[in-house]
Nanobody
Framework: QVQLVESGGGLVQAGGSLRLSCAASGRTFSRFAMGWFRQAPGKEREFVSAISWNSGMTYYADSVKGRFTISRDNANNMVYLQMNSLKPEDTAVYYC???????????????????WGQGTQVAVSS
């Protein structure tokens, strides 16, 4: 059974950087569309970024565009989220997600993904 495990979260000052990692088990990872979502305290989970199986398509929420970069390494079953110029409003639990079948029509929606990790906490201090 495929599992997703996030890492790389932590506490950082505003303006700083973090790189989140998502490790996926299973031999079919290279076929998956992958996404990152986040959930701040008291708020609904929201889309952050998505990447297609061959990195040919990437998609970002307006709030992170130009600051965050999604990438993947299919040889090592990894997806990354490089987060630069972090702001206090980026504070949230960040979740990795996978669509194990195809590139979703709406990659910015939670329902597009059928596998989720447990999340990693990111806290940005002002």
């Amino acid at each position: 059974q495929v599992q997703l495990v996030e890492s790389g979260g932590g506490l950082v000052q505003a303006g700083g950087s973090l790189r989140l990692s998502c490790a996926a088990s299973g031999r079919t990872f290279s076929r998956f569309a992958m996404g990152w979502f986040r959930q701040a305290p008291g708020k609904e989970r929201e889309f952050v970024s998505a990447i297609s199986w061959n990195s040919g398509m990437t998609y970002y929420a307006d709030s992170v565009k130009g600051r965050f970069t999604i990438s993947r390494d299919n040889a090592n079953n990894m997806v990354y989220l490089q987060m630069n110029s972090l702001k206090p409003e980026d504070t949230a639990v960040y979740y990795c997600a996978a669509n194990q079948r195809h590139w979703p029509v709406l990659p910015n929606t939670q329902n597009a993904y059928d596998l989720w990790g447990q999340g990693t906490q990111v806290a940005v201090s002002s």
